[in-house]
């Protein structure tokens, strides 16, 4: 098995975090891998919008934790920083080209020794009454759509993390 073959074998999401930063040469290696990744007719028509800064992750967590209704709620399981992708809602293919690019960031920063885990649940940020706002502090084109978020980081000493899968799932015709 190559290595690339064993990497995607062996990603798994991670979903505890230690407080380790993830280094901003690091952060744009794994991002510009999202920007390459393929996507419809080469419209790019997808935003990425790296939140690192702690103050903007606090506000986030406090929101969400509003949202659900939950003070408890660690809805990016202590990563240290989330990328957010949102899509031109003119797009057809945005949710596919946003699946490609998150791939493509994910397999990077295994690569990397970079921990993530592909997630929706912190959408729930745009169902607060302060949406607009976040959207701006996100960044987001005007009238772009959240699809799906990333988180990033280092998981937390002694976390392990098993998966499996139906290898009966695929017919070789
Ligand atoms: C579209 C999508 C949405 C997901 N959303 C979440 C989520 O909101 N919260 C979460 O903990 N994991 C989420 N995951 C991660 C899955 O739980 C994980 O990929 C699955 O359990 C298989 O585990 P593995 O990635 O370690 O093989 C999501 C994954 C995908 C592809």
């Known amino acids: 098995m190559n290595d690339t073959t064993k990497l995607i074998f062996e990603r798994r999401s991670v979903k505890a975090y230690c407080d380790k930063l993830v280094s901003g040469a690091d952060l744009e290696t794994i991002v510009e891998s999202g920007l390459w990744a393929p996507n419809g007719r080469n419209l790019q028509s997808r935003f990425f919008s790296v939140v690192k800064s702690p103050d903007l992750m606090d ?5 969400i934790r509003e949202v659900r209704n939950d003070p408890a709620a660690n809805p990016f399981y202590g990563a ?3 990328i957010y992708i949102s899509a031109d809602p003119e797009s057809t293919m945005a949710d596919l080209d946003a699946g490609a690019a998150m ?3 994910i397999l990077c920063a295994a690569s990397l020794g970079i921990d993530s885990c592909f997630m929706v649940g912190p959408l729930s940020l745009f ?7 976040f ?3 996100l960044q987001m084109p005007e009238n772009y759509r959240p699809v799906c978020a990333l988180i990033l980081g280092y998981r937390a000493d002694g976390y392990t993390v098993e998966s499996t899968r139906d290898m009966t799932k695929v017919a070789y015709i």
Not at 59 to 63: D, L, N
Not at 127 to 133: G, Y
């Open 59 to 63: 506000k986030f967590i406090g929101a």
């Open 127 to 133: 169902t607060h009454a302060d949406a607009d706002t």
């Open 80 to 82: 240290p920083c989330v």
């Open 103 to 105: 791939e493509n960031m």
């Open 135 to 137: 959207k701006e502090d």
